[in-house]
RNA sequence: GGCUCCGUCGUCUAGUGGCCUAGGACUCUGGCUUCUCAAGCCAGCUACGAGGGUUCGAAUCCCUUCGGAGCUACCA
């Protein structure tokens, strides 16, 4: 591996939906890489399936990319001296060379169609055989060519895949090696003309000066077509990438993430509440490891400690509780202006707040008493509704619980102790409330408050009472209690 | 079916022949703390898939076996 001195990662995804946790994982440790080596992150489109992947999908891509703080050095939007990075803006490319395959006898044309193929797969299959094309249209004569010519056949570009073996090192998981005998010869090109992924990885690859391919398990037994690629492309074996096959994130079905088992998508946890360095080092922790025992890190320690050699061969399965642990970590780490910044679009879009600078100013004062309570931003517009309501009304089922004697008498006394209060800070109030309900009344304390906690912010479970009795002023904290009091 | 990869607590992992009566984290259970909910603190549960070797000694090396996954497209 002589020149892999200036280091070349790509991340290259085939967005056919929404970057999802898989794809994520692989863009974090590519991204990770490329910053630990000091070297560079390409991020390139693989949208030769056109079918499937879409504008729309493309940009949310790149929206997600930037989201998570993964930035890349070329590709969208910043361009590069290899560029386009989008292959459908490639396609010349990817047909001069499968015509120069052509001319050099390293691949041919194949007019078998669909459906011969078809049925010849499953006859191998039958036979205990292995699946793969049987190299019928391998050396086919003029003759045959034009007669397929005449029934108005058009062939697709096929590799032909010479006897022997490919091996190569792979980072995380040693030597494999592939016998030809089970790498059928495979298509480059559609009958369209249109590149496959085959052709068009490994061209970009080489055009770009890839030197480190981190990517899914599930491209490993590809990699054998790819290095066929190179070698007609007339590369030389050292100047092959590093291959590095990253381990799948499983959901709880025990099957490769798909949209099928879960919510993958990353736009999810995002309206979720999940913090993007979260996300990443919970991702991280997910094949990977620091060797310590220090699980909580920055995105800046991931990229000191990252290196493909520490990467697990195994899968793992990606486990909610733990992403949510970290997510909380990361929630009360945060100081209060940035928890204020990531919490107002969660207020705004619930219309808890329109945003105004009043608004702004209760919710920076009640930000520190709910931020060691939440684990996902999306619960802070529960939590804090009941300082900006206006039409206040504790729901029938919480009321329900104020109508006994006990509490309906807790709720008298304390309105009569609190209501000649000079001052309103929750140290006071909780002053006058406790000699009045536990010391006097003898009442238990989570009994005590617990009907002033209902009046008050509408529900059993909230934030701190008397933090949130002096947020809420003493004017609405009384009109409060006053209401829940049956005449 | 064939090929390839993978196999340590429920989950993520540490571990590269002796430091392992297997460590950490999340979850779970119990307790402490406590105005609810959290957070915090303490304790507990539970794992080297199985079977054979090699070795004075194996989670670590070898073999077999079982299990799981991926690929097997004119998808990527």
Same mark, same amino acid.
């Given at each position: 591996m002589s020149n892999k001195s200036q280091v070349r990662v790509r991340f290259a995804p *085939?967005? @056919?939906g929404d970057l999802h946790v898989g794809n994520i994982r692989t863009a974090l440790f590519d991204w990770a890489y490329a910053r630990h080596t000091g070297g560079k992150l390409i991020f390139r489109i693989e949208d030769t399936d056109t079918e499937r992947v879409t504008d729309q999908y493309i940009k949310a891509a790149i929206d997600t990319l930037k989201w998570l703080g993964l930035n890349w050095d070329e590709g969208p939007e910043v361009g590069g001296e290899y560029g386009p990075y989008l292959q459908s803006q490639r396609l010349e490319i990817y047909a001069t060379w499968a015509q120069k395959f052509l001319d050099q006898g390293d691949a041919y044309h194949c007019y078998c169609s669909a459906e011969e193929l078809e049925e010849r797969r499953s006859a191998q299959m039958k036979s205990n055989q292995a699946p793969g094309? &049987? #190299?019928?249209? /391998? &050396?086919? *004569?003029a003759q045959q060519v034009s007669e397929y010519k005449s029934l108005g056949r058009k062939p697709v570009v096929r590799m032909r895949m010479p006897d022997g073996e490919t091996a190569f090192v792979d980072a995380i998981r040693g030597e494999v090696k592939f016998e030809h005998k089970y790498v059928p010869d495979f298509v480059l090109a559609r009958a369209d003309g249109s590149p496959l992924y085959t052709l068009a990885v490994a061209v970009d690859d080489v055009l770009m000066k890839i030197t480190h391919v981190l990517r899914g398990e599930d491209l490993l037994s590809s990699t054998p077509r790819q290095i066929r690629v190179y070698q007609a492309m007339g590369v030389a074996e050292s100047e092959y990438p590093i291959f590095a096959h990253l381990p799948f994130v499983m959901g709880q079905d025990n099957?490769?993430?798909?949209? /099928? !088992? #879960? +919510? =993958? *998508?990353i736009a999810w946890y995002r309206e979720q509440g999940f913090l993007p360095e979260a996300i990443c080092n919970y991702l991280a922790l997910l094949g990977w490891s620091p060797g310590d025992d220090k699980e909580n890190i920055t995105m800046q320690e991931l990229v000191d400690l990252f @290196? =493909? +050699? /520490? =990467? !697990? *061969?195994s899968p793992a399965r990606f486990d909610m509780k733990k992403l949510e642990a970290i997510n909380g970590d990361k929630i009360r780490a945060l100081t209060l202006d940035k928890f204020l910044e990531w919490s107002l679009p969660f207020l705004i879009n619930a219309k808890v707040i329109t945003g105004n600078e009043q608004e702004i100013e209760v919710v920076k004062s009640a930000l520190p008493i709910i931020q060691e309570r939440i684990i996902k931003l999306s619960e802070i517009p529960a939590m804090l509704n009941f300082l900006f309501v206006e039409d206040f009304k504790v729901a029938d089922e919480e009321l #329900?619980?104020?109508?006994d004697e006990a509490s309906q008498n807790v709720l008298k006394v304390a309105l009569a102790k609190v209501e000649p209060l000079q001052s309103w800070d929750h140290a006071g109030i909780e002053a006058v409330l406790r000699s009045a309900?536990? &010391? +006097?009344? #003898?009442?238990k304390p989570r009994i005590a408050f617990s009907a002033l906690r209902i009046a008050v912010t509408g529900s059993h479970i909230s934030p701190p009472l008397f933090e949130s009795l002096q947020l809420l002023g003493k004017e609405r904290s009384i009109a409060r209690i006053k209401a829940v009091i049956s005449k």
């Open positions: *085939s967005p @056919t094309y &049987d #190299g019928k249209c /391998r &050396d086919l *004569s099957a490769k993430l798909s949209k /099928r !088992n #879960g +919510e =993958v *998508s @290196t =493909v +050699e /520490r =990467v !697990n *061969s #329900g619980k104020l109508q309900l536990i &010391d +006097e009344l #003898g009442l």
